[in-house]
């Protein structure tokens, strides 16, 4: 399992910022030696899922495209999802978003953001903890109490103990109460607000509106809160009628 994780965790590296990486680079955030690091690369090479593209440095290989396409194909709620942040961005005035779970991640599958000059650094496809921020920990709470410990279990390096009991005492209210709020929790100064999106019960997403604490008192948040949960609320009914 460790050895799986660890490939993983290669393939998550990539990004549009970091489309090619080096063996270094790979070994210093996945904490392996370079052996270990050229061996996994050597399994993705034989699973035609990177490429060398230089002299010790890897990217993805085009067939990573068929995964995408087949994500898109399993979560067919795209053309639903875009309306929805466009919504919910334009009735707040802040970046709306739609977050799912990818193993023991979360990551952003849609975003709207806003005209104003201080905006969320932040892009589709970026990789967050499970445990921090709004729509993460919506969707923590959806996998329940047993699931959200052993994946405590599981983080390297462990968050402080302090840290791990307050959000497990957090995640039965949110389940219960469908909403979550955070602040400061993934970036410093940062509000959200999040919302699950079910499909026959299941969560399946999270809708999450964030902005800037200074721009959002308590009448605001109060207003926000009320649009997520109405936008999360729409979305789960249109997507269980698309499944039926």
Known sequence: MDSARRVLKILLLFSEERPVLSVEEIAREVDISAPSTYRFLA???EMDLVEESGTGTYALSPRVFLLTRAAEQAFQASKALRPLVDRLSKATGEAALVIRRVGDYATCVEMSQTEH???LSFVPGQIMSLHRGAGPKVL???????????????LEPSPPLAERDTVLAELPAID????????????EGVWAVAAPITI????????TVAGPEFRIDESRAEQILREVVSGAEEISRTLSTWRQ
């Open 200 to 207: 026959a019960g299941r969560v399946v997403a999270a809708v």
């Open 140 to 154: 923590l709470a959806a996998m329940g109490e047993n699931w959200a410990a052993r994946y405590f279990d599981r």
């Open 117 to 119: 000059a201080i905006r």
């Open 43 to 45: 399994l993705l090479r």
């Open 176 to 187: 219960s109460q469908g909403w979550a709020k955070s602040a400061a929790e993934v970036d």
